[in-house]
């Protein structure tokens, strides 16, 4: 049992991994394979991307275009919270980089509509949508 506050958040653990992986990697070494197949994060109902880099993963939301002066965020990164997150975009409209945003959750998924100009949002493509609006997230596989 964990003492209250500590280690008790999700942040501390080891993610969940992918159980077709997992089964994987347990036949293969059963059988005495001695090249093992990865065994990768997974979260079910995550439709953003976990990409491998060299030190672990990077979890990455994900926004799309909606016009020329709005954009959707559908997805955020692996362990991070809505309420976080609209902290973030309450500071960038605070900042003068959005204009608003309106909050459309359903009760299993998250929906940002966030407004700005179109010479601003012009610019957050060329840097990539995901980056300009902090949609990237490193992910420890150790804790």
Not at 63 to 76: C, F, M, N, P, R
Not at 87 to 92: H, P, S
Not at 133 to 140: A, T
Request: with cysteine; proline share 6%.
């Amino acid at each position: 049992m964990f003492a209250p506050g500590i280690g008790t958040g999700w942040s501390t653990f080891i993610p969940p991994h992918s159980p077709v992986d997992v089964l994987n990697y347990i036949r293969a070494k059963l059988d005495g394979d001695s090249d093992l197949p990865p065994i990768r994060p997974y979260a079910r109902g995550f439709d953003g991307t976990i990409e491998t880099k060299e030190d672990g993963y990077v979890t990455i939301g994900r926004a799309v275009k909606k016009s020329g002066k709005s954009l959707e965020i559908q997805e955020l990164p692996l362990r991070c919270w809505t309420n976080t997150y609209k902290t973030t975009l309450l500071r960038m409209r605070d900042k003068g980089v959005i204009s608003g945003f309106v909050e459309n959750h359903s009760s299993s998924k998250v929906s940002f509509t966030v407004s700005l100009g179109p010479a601003q949002l012009q610019r957050m493509e060329r840097s990539g949508l995901e980056t300009a609006f902090k949609l990237k997230m490193n992910l420890s596989t150790s804790n």
